[in-house]
């Protein structure tokens, strides 16, 4: 059976799947539910001394949406969309304290960890609060520059405002790393373009790891009222946004090489592959949870170590980053690739009957034959593969294009030159054939 434990940050970990700070972790008895379900370590929600954040969270408002925008009734597929809004921690972080020390014994106990999350009014607030998770023997803290909730609170100044600003989070990043031992993250917000100028910045200022990413900040319309749902802006997410998520977690993976935890849009664990073999070494489970129950765990982390035994992979290590590692440095090594073209497999096409990939191949290179069968065109395909998926035959395949097949006449006619500084205007008339533009 395959190994599901790990390392992060210097503390061992029985499997990648830790639980987001989230509402699911705002209350001791749920976090001792998570332990039970098998949660190699929940994330506190955020602990907090902003008033207003802790308030917040006591007038949440949720609205679950299916992929047509309409609210959820009923069961909740991989499809959903969680729009809310909600603060941080409803109880103030002092009074935590003996919930910290008991629920991470609890945890311990069953080869599972507590880990601390902030979220302060000042700089020192942030310091007092990473403290007190250090005090109580909780093993790492996330700092949660990621919220997107404190920018819309008036007079509050936190969340993914600090995220978005390097010198603020380093500065915070910095005075946290300097007072405490235990290893520091920062949790990121998408919700800006500078994602790797914040993460080098707090790597910079001591940074053990970060997690990539929180959510983004949406806005939706009920159309049969004409009313914005939840009265306004409110954070967003769900399954949608993981190749958002998976973006950050592969740049980072890549340029910058530091521990990084996988967040926001996990609902099986295929999600948690996919964040792993992007470059996550843990992964955190948040929404899925409040809307399954804390009884949807169990099948995550079974189903992580059924793929991991049905494919071979023997530990985690072996899936980490595989895919960011796999892919090309940008465009240019993509044009490097070996042409492909497609092939129609005449004996299982439906066509006459069906026509779908003549109407879906944006390059005309396929046809209705006069024998009744789709006539592959080759030195017009440009192998975009777009028919190998609106085909629902399974009919058509990609093949490597050999220099015998490839016509001298090819779709796109680019002499190389055109992609030389300064010869883009000479060239650009015996450019590119646009046969088809719709
Ligand atoms: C209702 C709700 C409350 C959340 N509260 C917090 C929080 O207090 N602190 C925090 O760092 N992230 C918070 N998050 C973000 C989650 O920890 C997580 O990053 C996000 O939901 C994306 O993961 P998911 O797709 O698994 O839900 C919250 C998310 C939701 C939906
Ligand atoms: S691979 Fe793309 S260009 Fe080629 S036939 Fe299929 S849809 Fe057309
Ligand atoms: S979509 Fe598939 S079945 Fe339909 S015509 Fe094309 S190859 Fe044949």
Redesign the pocket.
């Known amino acids: 059976m395959a190994d599901l434990s790990l390392e992060f940050c210097g503390i061992k970990f029985k499997s990648p799947i830790v639980i987001?700070?989230?509402?699911t972790?705002?209350s001791p008895e749920v976090i001792r539910e998570c332990v039970d379900a098998g949660a190699a370590g929940m994330?506190i929600?955020?602990l907090t001394d902003i008033e207003d954040m802790a308030r917040l969270?006591q007038n949440?408002k949720?609205a679950i949406l299916n992929e047509k925008n309409e609210l959820i009734k009923g069961k909740v597929n991989k499809n959903f969309v969680?729009y809310?809004?909600?603060?941080?921690?409803s109880t103030g972080f002092r009074e935590w304290i003996p919930y910290l020390k008991e629920l991470n014994a609890y945890a311990n106990d069953h080869g599972s960890h507590l880990i601390g999350?902030a979220?302060g009014k000042t700089v020192q607030s942030w310091v007092d609060i990473c403290k007190t998770i250090e005090d109580c023997g909780l093993p790492m803290v996330?700092l949660?520059f990621?919220?997107p909730h404190p920018a819309m609170m008036p007079g509050v100044h936190g969340?993914s405002m600090i995220g978005q600003d390097p010198d603020v989070a380093a500065e915070v990043t910095a005075r946290v790393c300097e007072a405490v031992d235990i290893p520091v993250v920062i949790?990121l917000t998408p919700d800006q373009s500078r994602v790797m100028d914040i993460a080098r910045a707090v790597r910079d200022a001591g940074a053990a790891a970060v997690?990539a990413?929180?959510?983004y900040t949406g806005f939706s319309v009920d159309i049969e009222t004409g009313q914005p749902r939840l009265g306004g802006p409110a954070?967003i997410?769900?399954?949608w946004?993981?190749p958002l998520?998976l973006r950050w977690v592969h740049r980072i993976y890549n340029e910058l090489g530091m521990p990084i935890t996988g967040?926001?849009?996990?609902?099986d664990h295929k999600d948690v592959v996919e964040f792993i073999m992007t470059g996550a070494h843990l992964v955190?489970?948040?929404?899925?949870?409040?809307l399954k129950g804390i009884k949807h765990l169990p099948s995550i982390i079974s189903g992580l170590s059924d793929f991991m035994d049905q494919h071979g992979y023997k530990d985690i290590e072996s899936m980490v980053g595989i895919a960011s590692r796999a892919a090309v440095k940008d465009y240019g090594d993509q044009f490097k690739k070996p042409r492909m073209h497609s092939e129609i497999n005449v004996d299982t096409c439906k066509n006459p009957t069906c026509t779908i990939c003549i109407q879906t191949c944006f390059y005309d290179a396929l046809a209705q034959g006069e024998d009744g069968h789709v006539k592959a065109l080759s030195d017009n395909c440009i192998g975009c593969e777009m028919c190998t998926q609106t085909c629902p035959f399974d009919s058509t395949s990609m093949h490597t294009t050999t220099d015998e097949q490839r016509g001298e006449k090819t779709y796109f006619q680019i002499p190389d030159e055109v992609f030389e500084f300064g010869k883009f205007e000479k060239n650009f008339d015996r450019g590119i054939k646009l046969s088809k533009v719709r």
């Not at 987001?20 to 509402?23: F, K, L, Q, T, V």
């Not at 809310?84 to 921690?89: E, L």
């Not at 955190?284 to 409040?290: A, H, K, P, Y």
């Open positions: 987001a700070s989230i509402e972790t705002n994330i929600k955020t969270t949440s949720y969680f809310s809004r909600s603060g941080y921690s999350s979220g996330e949660n990621g919220c969340g949790k997690t990413t929180n959510r954070g997410g769900g399954v946004a993981k998520s967040s926001n849009g996990i609902y955190q489970v948040g929404s899925v949870l409040m």
